[in-house]
C-alpha cells in the first residue's frame, strides 16, 4: 500500500509540474507542442540524473525511486500527449512538423537522459 501511495503522490506532482510548463510556455505553442517536448526533456533529464548516479551508486532507495522515477517522473512525461500530438499532424497532414516533432523528441530526450547520467557522475 505505501508504494501505491508513494507513486500517486510522485505522479501528482509530476502533473503539476507538467501543466505548469504548458502554462509558462503556452505563449510559444505556435502550432507546435513545445510544452510536451519539453516536459518530456526535463523528464528525461531527471530520470537520467536518478537512475544513472544516484540509484546506481546506492543513494536512491526503492521508496525514493517509487516517488521519483515512477510516480514524478511518470507524470510529467507524456508520452501518450506526444502519441496524440503525432497522430494530430499525420492526420492534418503536417508531415514536415510530425517528423520534425518525432526526431527532436527521441534525440533531445535521449540526449537528456545521457546528460543527467553525465552531470550525476561528475558530483
Known amino acids: 500500500m505505501q508504494s501505491l501511495i508513494l507513486v500517486f503522490v510522485g505522479g501528482g506532482l509530476g502533473s503539476m509540474a507538467r ?3 504548458a502554462k509558462l510556455l503556452q505563449q510559444i505553442s505556435i502550432d507546435f507542442p513545445w510544452a510536451t517536448l519539453c516536459a518530456n526533456a526535463v523528464g528525461c533529464l531527471i530520470i537520467g540524473m536518478l537512475m544513472g548516479g544516484f540509484h546506481s551508486s546506492g543513494l536512491l532507495s526503492e521508496h525514493q525511486k517509487l516517488l521519483l522515477v515512477t ?6 512525461t507524456t508520452f501518450s500527449t506526444f502519441t496524440y500530438e503525432n497522430y494530430a499532424f499525420i492526420k492534418g497532414g503536417q508531415l514536415f512538423h510530425f517528423f520534425g516533432y518525432s526526431i527532436l523528441s527521441f534525440g533531445l530526450c535521449l540526449g537528456f537522459v ?7 557522475k561528475l558530483t
Not at 545521457?114 to 550525476?120: K, P, R
Request: hydrophobic letters at 60%; proline letters at 0%; aromatic letters at 18%.
Open 19 to 21: 501543466f505548469a510548463i
Open 114 to 120: 545521457l546528460l543527467g547520467h553525465f552531470l550525476i
Open 71 to 76: 510516480g514524478f517522473c511518470g507524470g510529467l
